[in-house]
């Protein structure tokens, strides 16, 4: 089954096309027949795309909306320069992010009417993610008609297994009662996926995964996965809370906000603006909110708020992977992903400085080979507790998961 998977932001458009069944996902046998992004849709937009393992062929066209985006999406794909797709019948499903599914939405779901309005009803929890996510699939559907089928797929259904004293803030009751105020978790289906990397690298089977995920990218979250599930996570009701990230604070003090408003005169607006948009990295060292920039400008120039920045950071995970270790009762294995966990040798080796206490060592050699979209263990020989880093692949995890809703075996799928 070729599965045409697509994450929709307010003005980009990022797609896969996967070639997975039931015996392709039995031997990992799955293939990405392409894959692409479109940038600034609605203006002069930019498209990077490329078939199977071949480089990405640029270009730039106005596209005013989505659907014009999904609609040149498909024309280059069955025109010749993918092999296997020759029409849009080729395409036999569509596998869409959807970043919040709430509390009722926890498994893949195929999409009618009532998901839709479902989908619909969580957006005051994701204004700006849902609304886009629905977007995309008012253009898939208007693209490739009612007969393909398209399934949604949510960045918080893994978490919905965490326990009530996990989710639950220590505000009054009813206002998760009225309001669904909880923590629900973001990065779901990258933790998912490293998670189940981790037990097929490590023999394993899911009952006795026991491992910190570490999701670092622009946004950044660690996840406590336990017999092969979510019991806990540093991202709450929205993805701000947690680990500092590119441009967003993550955890403070809530007094801060009145105080600000008070000595700044600063709306609600405003601070969410400061605390989402102009924080994190960023916000630290005054330059960038790029990891990799402000390593360059560390070694380069000697930035002390670059160097404070990246200090803060790490010293910020290591305190959450001391928190879900003691979530655990201990970890077997600490997993590394997202842009900054794959790449970032200098920043993980910074992070587990010190903790070998805690069973923690890292291999300098081993974890300085391990970049570039390279997989493999960077513990030290003979530490308690492994290290691995691995490639998210949520794309992949969509594709599966549509196959599976598809047939009827969505819920089975949100456990795998």
């Not at 730039?60 to 909306?65: C, G, I, Q, T, V």
């Not at 505000?171 to 629900?184: D, L, T």
């Not at 906000?257 to 960023?282: A, P, R, V």
Request: charged share 25%; aromatic share 4%.
């Amino acid at each position: 089954m070729n599965v045409l998977v697509l994450n929709c932001g307010s003005s980009s458009l990022k797609f896969q096309v996967v070639a997975t069944d039931r015996e392709a996902m039995d031997q990992n046998a799955d293939q990405v027949l392409a894959k692409g992004t479109i940038e600034r849709i609605g203006s002069e937009s930019l498209l990077s795309l490329a078939a199977g393992d071949t480089a990405p062929v640029r270009s730039a066209e106005p596209l005013r909306d989505h659907r014009t985006a999904l609609d040149a999406v498909l024309r280059w794909l069955i025109g010749g320069a993918v092999p296997g797709l020759s029409s849009a019948g080729d395409v036999h499903a569509i596998g869409h992010r959807v970043v919040h599914g709430g509390e009722t939405l926890a498994a893949p779901t195929v999409l009618d009417d009532a998901a839709i309005r479902a989908i619909e009803a969580c957006i005051e929890l994701a204004p700006l993610h849902n609304a886009a996510n629905l977007r995309g699939i008012e253009a898939a559907k208007a693209t490739f008609g009612p007969g393909v089928p398209q399934v949604a797929v949510f960045d918080t259904a893994f978490h919905a297994t965490m326990p009530e004293t996990s989710y639950l803030y220590a505000i009054p009751y009813p206002m998760y009662v009225r309001h669904r105020v909880r923590r629900y978790g973001f990065h779901g289906t990258s933790h998912r996926y490293v998670a189940w990397r981790y037990r097929k690298l490590a023999g394993i089977p899911r009952e006795e995964v026991r491992a910190v995920s570490l999701h670092l990218g622009n946004g950044c979250s660690s996840c406590a996965i336990e017999r092969g599930v979510s019991v806990d996570t540093s991202m709450g009701m929205t993805p701000l809370e947690g680990l500092v990230m590119g441009t967003r604070s993550g955890d403070l003090d809530p007094g801060i906000l009145e105080y600000l408003h008070h000595k700044e005169g600063l709306s609600l607006g405003e601070l969410d603006h400061m605390l989402n948009k102009q924080s994190g990295l960023l916000g630290v060292s005054g330059l960038t909110g790029d990891m990799r920039d402000l390593l360059a400008e560390e070694k380069e120039h000697g930035d002390r708020r670059a160097r404070l920045a990246i200090d803060l950071f790490c010293l910020r995970v290591r305190k959450s992977i001391g928190a879900m270790m003691a979530r655990l009762n201990g970890a077997d294995a600490i997993l590394f992903t997202g842009g900054i966990g794959e790449n970032a040798a200098a920043v993980r080796a910074r992070i587990l400085d010190g903790m070998d206490r805690l069973g923690i060592a890292v291999d300098p050699a081993k974890n300085e080979a391990t970049v570039g979209g390279k997989e493999g263990e960077i513990g030290a020989a003979g530490a308690a507790v492994r290290l691995f880093v691995i490639p998210t692949n949520e794309e992949l995890i969509i594709a599966r998961d549509t196959v599976r809703a598809v047939s009827g075996e969505a819920e089975a799928s949100s456990r795998r």
